[in-house]
């Protein structure tokens, strides 16, 4: 079997179907009249199977398209930026996590070089939105994080 | 309370200092954000997210609504100047919108569109002013039957109206419901797919799900064709149409306004089936057909008018019924929650003030659109040459901060990363994330709904089919369904529907 496009999308229908239906199976069915919490969930991922399924056989009458190469740092990068985000922005604090996360993601593109624009305008940003977001729009974000405040800042 | 006092009551809500400022805030920013190529209403709306958090219930959904509709105007413009459609509803508009750009008459497209826009944005409102109250007394009369049969066709619709194969759709529509069963079972209090871990008991929360797979899925695929992208803004001359385009838009800006103001109530995707039977029927009945897709001005006012005008009565669903009738408006469901509104038929006689303030705003909007993005539009046309790789951080950073502050949880902006990846894939794989998101806040009520019918009904399923509303719906719903097998209308929705990017 090729891989193409409603391959890899029925083969992701079939697996997280045969998994969540087997969780579902789990939960009290109950009868119609009085639905448990298994009732819809299990019906609802059997069709998934089913669509699945169809869809790997679908895949099987057309001719497979190409799949495009694909570019695996900004879709590796990007994700782990938000993710140290994640991680940053209660123990350092909005503004170094905000800091992280430009860099990091503006790293992906192929148009960057560090330079001191580059630096200058990510700190202007960084200030800027911890500014606009947690003095004016008073959202409850640590300007300094637990880390920094254990350090005495 | 009567429409006029009901009037009154908005005016003054609409009109306080704050609010005002916020509705402009909320056009501006959201014309700036949707004229970015590439962001649809759902990526704006899910990156200004953060900026409506901390603001009182009222205030933030005039503001939210005003994104909304920014965002749809800033989408035309980069349609018709960069030939660049932000959503699937603007592709009718480049068709024609950029032939005029490409001939030097972009000024007179994007002030047919701006223009055929703030009409169909006053009937619309004035629709809504008349049927939701009317829709909102009938929908207390609704028992859990029609209300399911109303989502299957809010569901059907959606599907039917995404563009790739209806399987997929549908796979895509089954993979959010399962989405939307995560969290604690509202009946029962089981908890379902948590795997153990306490951040799951309340589900999965909408607003995260929908700013992974729009927001961030989407800047993803664009960094992959980051070679690809071409920065060429048509220029901008006169902004005034002659007396020539005023008299050749007019009607087909009345027609396109009646068509969007019905299609937009229906549930499914209202505003994308608006603009392009308005286009369809325009260029049917257009004396001069061959002039259509070369830079026919009808063809840039109709659609444009259709897809306002539904932009404004797709909140009628939502208002009245609390069903969201597109991805969009599902979205504005998960903002509302944040705030801790619940959208509903009662909507209308417990905050009076909230839904009024919210109509009138929606006018004052428009007409703050319809003064802003003329003499503006030069300045748009540069935000669109802004190059991507200075804005992708920025939208991630806002989109980080908005998932962030929803629960102050960082277990969301993991969510958040996940869910951008698994939009990256869908997109790859040729299947649209627009039923997945309006199936993610559907399913679960639908669950309910079903519950409650045949629980009552004792595990009969056929009152779906006596009692008349539930079956037409149904009805309606099947005939769609079968629709697609006919091979004309295939057809028709394959042309319609082409690929967005």
């Not at chain 1, 179907?17 to 009868?31: H, L």
């Not at chain 2, 005003?66 to 068709?95: C, D, K, R």
């Not at chain 2, 994330?433 to 009969?460: K, Q, V």
Request: hydrophobic fraction near 55%; charged fraction near 10%.
């Amino acid at each position: 079997m090729k891989l193409s496009q409603d391959v890899l999308l029925g083969l992701f229908f079939v697996v997280f179907g045969v998994v969540s239906v087997s969780i579902a199976m789990s939960y009290p069915f109950g009868t119609s009249g009085r639905m448990g919490p298994g009732y819809f969930p299990v019906i609802i991922s059997s069709l998934l199977v089913l669509t699945g399924l169809l869809v790997l056989f679908r895949a099987q009458l057309v001719q497979p398209e190409i799949l495009p190469a694909i570019r695996w740092k900004p879709l590796l990068l990007i994700p782990g930026a938000v993710v140290i985000f994640g991680l940053a922005v209660e123990t350092l604090g909005l503004p170094l996590a905000i800091l992280l996360l430009t860099i990091l993601s503006a790293a992906t593109s192929i148009k960057f070089h560090i330079g001191w624009k580059a630096v200058a305008g990510s700190l202007a940003f960084a200030a800027l939105c911890s500014v606009i977001f947690i003095e004016l729009l008073g959202l409850p974000i640590p300007m300094v994080g637990s880390w920094l405040r254990v350090l005495g800042f | 309370m009567d429409i006029f006092d009901g009037l009154l009551l908005g005016f003054s809500t609409a009109t306080t200092l704050s609010n005002f400022a916020y509705c402009f805030a909320g056009v501006l920013l959201g014309t700036a954000v949707g004229v970015l190529p590439g962001l649809g209403p759902i990526a704006t709306i899910s990156i200004l997210l953060p900026f409506t958090f901390g603001l009182p219930v009222d205030t933030a959904l005039i503001m939210l609504a005003g994104i909304f509709y920014g965002s749809q105007y800033g989408g035309s413009t980069t349609a018709i100047l960069m030939n660049l459609p932000g959503e699937a509803s603007s592709v009718v508009t480049t068709l024609d919108g950029h032939q005029m750009a490409k001939q030097g008459k972009a000024g007179r497209a994007l002030a047919a569109a701006a223009i055929g826009s703030f009409f169909a944005g006053t009937v619309g409102t004035l629709f809504i002013v008349i049927a939701a109250p009317l829709l909102a007394s009938l929908a207390l009369t609704f028992g859990p039957a029609e209300y399911f049969s109303l989502i299957m066709l809010g569901l059907i619709t959606s599907m039917v109206l995404t563009s790739g194969s209806l399987l997929t759709a549908f796979g895509m529509a089954l993979f959010g419901i399962i989405l939307g069963m995560i969290g604690t079972d509202i009946n029962t209090g089981a908890a379902r797919y948590t795997f153990g871990s306490p951040y799951l008991l309340d589900g999965l929360d909408f607003v995260v799900v929908a700013t992974g797979i729009f927001g961030l899925g989407d800047v993803l695929i664009n960094l992959e064709n980051e070679r690809l992208r071409v920065v060429g803004v048509a220029p901008v001359s006169s902004l005034f149409p002659t007396a020539e385009d005023w008299r050749r838009m007019t009607a087909p800006i009345l027609r396109g306004t009646g068509i969007g103001v019905l299609l937009g109530v229906l549930p499914g995707a209202g505003v994308l089936l608006a603009s392009f039977s308005a286009y369809a029927l325009e260029k049917k009945i257009s004396k001069r057909p061959e002039e259509f897709g070369k830079g026919a001005i009808e063809g840039v006012a109709a659609p444009e008018a259709a897809n306002n005008a539904a932009a404004q009565t797709c909140f009628i669903p939502m208002l009245t019924l609390g069903l969201p009738g597109t991805a969009t408006m599902a979205l504005m469901i998960g903002a509302l929650v944040v705030q801790g509104v619940q959208p509903g038929p009662e909507i209308l006689s417990q905050q009076p003030a909230l839904f009024w303030g919210l109509v009138v705003s929606m006018w004052i909007g428009n007409l703050m659109l319809l003064f802003l993005n003329l003499p503006l539009v030069g300045m748009w046309a540069k935000l669109i040459s802004v190059p991507y790789h200075f804005l992708f951080p920025m939208i991630c950073v806002f989109m980080a901060i908005g998932v962030y502050s929803i629960n102050n949880s960082v277990f969301d902006v993991y969510m958040m990363a996940l869910f951008g990846v698994l939009g990256y894939f869908f997109k790859r794989m040729g299947a649209e994330p627009a039923p997945l998101i309006l199936a993610m806040i559907l399913g679960p009520m639908a669950e309910e709904y079903l519950r409650r019918t045949l629980l009552i009904s004792h595990g009969d399923a056929s009152v779906f089919f006596t009692s008349p509303l539930s079956l037409g719906t149904l009805v309606v719903a099947a005939l769609l369904l079968l629709s697609i097998v006919s091979p004309r209308f295939r057809k028709v929705r394959e042309e319609g529907l082409q690929e967005v990017d």
